[in-house]
């Protein structure tokens, strides 16, 4: 089955950045779109952004401008560059195809607090 490893979480402070990653086994990579999900405490996970297998790639609206979803297909991982980092943004993130598939990772954790 796929297998899905996210890193790159951590605490910050409000307006700095973190850049996450996620390594994918087991699944044709190059062969699918792929997304970044985020799941905030009490919240149902939703999608952060997607990127195509040509590259095309789109944000929910409140991490636009702040969040670049990027692809390294030879290298098989997805990464999500976040700059301007919000307590909202608070959140387990985890990476999957877009729609998404039924295997998940473990997710990587993002706090952002003052």
């Known amino acids: 089955q796929v297998q899905l490893v996210e890193s790159g979480g951590g605490m910050v402070l409000p307006g700095e950045s973190l850049r996450l990653s996620c390594a994918a086994s087991?699944?044709?990579?190059?062969?699918?779109?792929w997304a970044w999900y985020r799941q905030a405490p009490g919240k149902q996970r939703e999608v952060v952004a997607t990127i195509t297998t040509t590259g095309t790639t789109n944000y929910e609206n409140s991490v636009k401008g702040r969040f670049t979803v990027s692809r390294d297909n030879a290298k098989r991982a997805v990464h999500l560059q976040m700059i301007n980092l919000k307590p909202e943004d608070t959140a387990i993130y985890y990476c999957?195809?877009?729609?998404?598939?039924?295997?998940w990772g473990r997710g990587t954790h993002v706090t952002v607090s003052s």
């Open positions: 087991r699944v044709m990579f190059s062969k699918n779109d």
């Open positions: 999957n195809t877009f729609p998404q598939g039924p295997n």
